[in-house]
């Protein structure tokens, strides 16, 4: 699914969109199907949904329990929802809320388990994928709730970099929306220092956000979670937009 494109601000469409950036569950060696789910992996990033699905199928009528096929179930049925609502304009369908619910389920569920094929790691890439599929739908308070969660997990030992990345431009992208320049503007110098090619732009190319004075985040981090995960239900969405193509690094 594309980025929605703000009439204000000039968004990168990969930020959040693609299934590659949002993030896909790396699969552990203890799984058995790590083969056929890399092939999975790469069709959902193709945008090769049924091959995915497909894949997916034939893993889970042998491995029922399997998580990390579960998980690549369930992100083919969001991306596939995406493309329906995209073209029909929906910002968000029930056909969305029952395919979103069955990832946030399964985030649940890893949450709560030892995992012992999984990382930490795994679940805030879960995390940042369900937050960038809110945040495409403008639904941003649920979505500043999980991209919090994501951003909260991962520390300097677990996180791959560009992964990190990717979760702080969302953050930003997300503060960008609510016009709260000064975390947005905290968050992208963030993204910045990582090398971060979304972030460079924005604050190349958005005058109000680049003349904002940051705000620290790292003070209100808890707080702003907390209230933003106590929010018991998104917001209805508004229309999806099909966005400018992003610029070259």
Same mark, same amino acid.
């Given at each position: ?17 693609s299934p590659a950036l949002a993030g896909l569950p790396a699969p ?16 959902i990033q193709h945008g090769d949904y049924a091959s995915a699905q ?83 739908? /403008?639904? %941003?308070?649920? &979505? ?10 991962? =520390?300097?030992?677990? *996180?791959? +970099? ?44 958005? /005058?109000? %956000?680049?003349? &904002? ?10 707080? =702003?979670?907390?209230? *933003?995960? +106590? ?12 966005p400018t193509p992003p610029p070259p690094p």
């Amino acid at each position: 699914m594309t980025l929605l494109r703000s009439a204000v601000f000039c968004l990168c469409a990969w930020l959040v969109s693609s299934p590659a950036l949002a993030g896909l569950p790396a699969p552990p060696p203890c799984d058995p199907h790590v083969a056929q789910l890399r092939g999975a992996e790469t069709a959902i990033q193709h945008g090769d949904y049924a091959s995915a699905q497909g894949i997916v199928a034939n893993v889970l009528r042998g491995d029922p329990t399997d998580f990390h096929a579960q998980f690549l179930a369930s992100q083919v049925a969001v991306f596939r929802v995406d493309r329906v609502d995209e073209d029909r304009g929906v910002g968000s369908s029930p056909e969305f809320t029952t395919a979103i619910v069955g990832m946030i389920a399964l985030a649940k569920r890893l949450d709560g388990a030892d995992a012992a094929c999984f990382t930490m790691q795994d679940l805030q890439r879960i995390d940042n994928t369900i937050g960038a599929e809110y945040l495409n739908r /403008k639904q %941003l308070g649920i &979505s500043e709730c999980y991209l919090l969660k994501a951003y909260e997990g991962y =520390r300097p030992r677990q *996180a791959n +970099a560009d992964t990190r990345t990717r979760v702080v431009d969302n953050i930003a992208l997300n503060y960008l929306y609510q016009g709260k320049m000064g975390l947005a503007r905290d968050y992208y110098d963030e993204a910045a220092k990582s090398n971060g090619a979304v972030a460079r732009y924005q604050l190349s190319t958005n /005058k109000p %956000l680049r003349d &904002s004075t940051p705000t620290p985040h790292a003070p209100t981090d808890a707080a =702003r979670l907390a209230a *933003a995960c +106590a929010v018991p239900k998104p917001a209805p969405g508004k229309a999806v937009h099909k966005p400018t193509p992003p610029p070259p690094p």
